[in-house]
Every structure is written in structure tokens, then in C-alpha cells.
């Protein structure tokens, strides 16, 4: 997730994503819900604006439109299903694609990687979508070439930033590089994009060598942040008002190397409390399995396959002796973050990564106890971030301050549910918190969904999309009725 909070409708270039995400104070004005009329145009830019075009996505607009029983929501799947093609894909070659998060025209990896997702199932049969995967797939292995602990980069590879945030940043600051905070779970949304398409449509013409050289420093980071002999090479400090923004001492907490990869900064961008984030790390087991099949399968490359193996096994031994916690009530559940001295943190996060999120990212069975325990606290009181108010109940969390409710939460918790009525639910809170402009927006207040953050949010609008497009598929009685 981007750095700042934006309000209105203002643009937001030269700004840092803290800036324009995180104010509380600075909201965009808009119609209350209640006020909406009939006639609801379309949102979309017109053809002639529009940044890429997929024939195959307008096809499936259509179709998916039509089986869409409540006309508001109808209407906000054709305005945020197409958004990420619309209006963040800035430029697409044979072997390079720069696709920005929305008001802030710098590509992060976790997010452009899920923007393009709800497109995964369409992309064999289209041409223009093979070229802007494998385009992305190209950009994201140079962009963790130039270096694997940034996570946002700019359009110029040999640019200097201008995200105001970044310019006095104590870290080794790179051309290309947009901000340096290091996650996790950055590199997991480049193995998972890369084995997502390969799954999908079996082209090896994405996976080039330098592909594989850029897995290869992934798996060998996220070694380094084992620090088993030392704290690796990454720094960090930002002067900033928010302690979310830094780091203690440059490396964070001290932990106990067990085995775990230390992650300076949540998805979020905010800084961890105790290092181990266990969402990341155990994001970064899967992907790393999954980049073991891809290697095999996409190069024959044994050696790439064998290393990632390994590095997920070690994760996977250190999630089972530390990665848990008891609550006050004695259930276990996995635990947020911990420093492998026995002190553990629960929470849970607003973005896809994220405890609540683990089933919708393959990391957990929609069945498995562990996990239905800790999604059901992170859904309650017993997380200090779980928001409730007037207009809705929710996920927040520290990046955009008290009393904010993140919608791509709430997204996540219906794809990753079978009841039909929580489905619908989730699908209500976001039809009637978009305060009429017909997008998902990053937050809305708990009391007022006419006060919100980033107008532009290409993520939040794409798992609007995404969640249609799977419910379609799988639970058609959700979408036949108003809701």
C-alpha cells in the first residue's frame, strides 16, 4: 500500500503516498450516499482517454454486468472492474510494462502485481493481455535487479525520486528507485504474479533469464533478512512525525534469529513493531513454493527449484515453533508479529496481506481452524484495529489513523467466505460507502462514508471486480438478488 493519504480531487504528483493516504483530517467531500439519483452514467474515461484496451475485459464486462441483480453494483463493477487499464497502465512494450497505483505514478511492486490479477483468467485468449502480463513480469524482475529492498519504483530507470517523503531518507537510495522501504512481501507479489501467469497460461516466453536472475536475489534476500550472522545490508531512518515512518536504530527491534525473515515495514508501509511479520512470512513460504514449480517447469532450472524449496522449508519449521500466540481466552491463533523471544503481537493489518487475509491468498484453507480462529478475532474487539461506527463495521489500522475503514479488507473477507449472507453483506458495505462516486475508495470514516481517502485507488477498485468476477463463477445466488 502506498505511502500518503489524498483527499478530493486534487492531483497528487510530488506528493509521497503518506501524504496523500494518511491525514485523517483530509477527506474528499461527496454526496451522501442517500442522495444518489437514477440515472448513473458511466465513470469510465472516455475511449480516447482510456490508457489500454482488452477486448476480452469488455466482453466480460458485459457478461458479468448482466447477472448482476442490484443496479448500483452493476454499475460500480463496470466503473472499477476496467480501472488498472484504464487509467494506471501508462506505458506497454514486448518486454516492459509501467503500471502506477492510481494518484501516484510510481510503480509498487505488491500493488501493481494485484492490480493486474482480476485479469489472470482472461489473459491466454488475449493477445493484449499476454503482452501486458509478460511486460510487467519483464518490468518487476529489473526493477528488484536495481534493488531488492525497494518497493516502489519510477518510469525512468535512471530517475532520482520526487516522492517529498523520500528525499532525505538514510538509506541507500538508488536511480529508479522510488521509495525504500523494505517488505516482504513485495518480492512475494513478484513470485506470485510470475507463477500466477505461468499457471495460467503456460507462455515461457515471460520467463527469460533475466527473469531467473532477478527470482535468484529475491530467494537471496530474503536470506539476508534471516540475519543469522549478522543484520544484514539494509538500512533505514526517515525524519517524520509518525513513528510508523522509521525504523529504531535503522534494523528495527531485536529479535532472535530463528529462522524467520525480518520485515522492516507491513504491507502498509507503516514500520513493524516486532520484525517478524508472520503474514509476510508465511506469504513468502508459498511463493517461494511456488517459485520452485516455475523454475522446474517454466526454465528446468533444478538449482533455482531446490534453493527456493529449501528456504520455504526453513520458513515453514520457524512459522510452526514461533508464528503462533494465545489469546486472552486461551485460543491459539497465529499471532502478528513476533521477535522469536516468546513476545508476540495480535492485530491484524487492512490490506490483502494480512492474518484475515491468508485464505484469500492461498496461504491457508478456508477450513483450516488455525486460521478461522484468527479471522474470526481479527473481526472483533479483540483487535485493537477492528473499527465500528454508523456506517459500517470493519478493518482499519495505524496508516491512516482512528476511526477509518478500509474497504479492500472487507472485499478480501467475502472472497474468502462460503456464507452467502456475509457475502451479501460485505457486498452492501461497499455499494453504499462509495459515497456516490461509484469507486472503492482506500478508507471512508466509520460514520460518514462522504468522508474518504484516495479518490483513485486502482487496487481497491480491481478486488471489486475480482470479487464479481469469482462469485460469478462460483456463487451465482449472491449476485441474482438486490441486494
Known sequence: MDGRHGA????????????????????AAARPARAATAARPSKRPPL????????????????????????????????????TLDTTVLSVTDDDAFVITGDI????LRDSSAQLRPYLHLAAGDPALTRLFRGLIARQARCVLIDPYANAFLQDPGGRTDLDSSQHDQTEMKPGVAERKWEVDSLCYVLRLASSYWRATRDRAAFTAEWAESARAIVRTFREQQRRDDLGPYRFQRSSVQPTETQLWSVGNPTRKVGLIHSSFR?????????????????????????????????????LATDAAALAAEIEAALAAHGRMRLADGSEVWAFEVDGFGNALFMDDCCELSLSGLAFLGCASLDDPLWRRTEAAAWSERNPWFVRGRAGAGLGGPHAGFDLIWPMATLVRAASSRDDALIRACLRS????????????????KDDPARFTRPWFAWANGLLGELIVTLARDRPQTLRQRL
Do not use: Q
Not at 505514478?105 to 509498487?108: A, E, G, N, Q, S
Not at 461497499?430 to 470514516?445: N, Y
Open 8 to 27: 478530493g480531487t486534487g492531483a497528487t504528483l510530488g506528493l509521497d503516498r503518506r501524504t496523500v493516504l494518511a491525514a485523517p483530517v483530509a477527506f
Open 48 to 83: 480516447s482517454e482510456r490508457r489500454f484496451h482488452s477486448a476480452a475485459v469488455e466482453r466480460e464486462i458485459v457478461r458479468l454486468k448482466r447477472r448482476i441483480a442490484d443496479p448500483k453494483l452493476a454499475w460500480m463493477f463496470e466503473n472499477c472492474y476496467p480501472n
Open 105 to 108: 505514478p510510481c510503480l509498487w
Open 267 to 303: 504491507p502498509s508501509d507503516d514500520a513493524t513493531i516486532l520484525p517478524f511479520l508472520i503474514p509476510a512470512n508465511i506469504f513468502a513460504a508459498r511463493t517461494l513454493r511456488e517459485l520452485a514449480a516455475v523454475a522446474t517447469e517454466a526454465r528446468g532450472d533444478t538449482a
Open 430 to 445: 461497499i455499494r453504499d460507502t462509495d459515497a456516490d462516486t461509484g469507486f472503492v475508495h482506500e478508507t471512508f470514516h
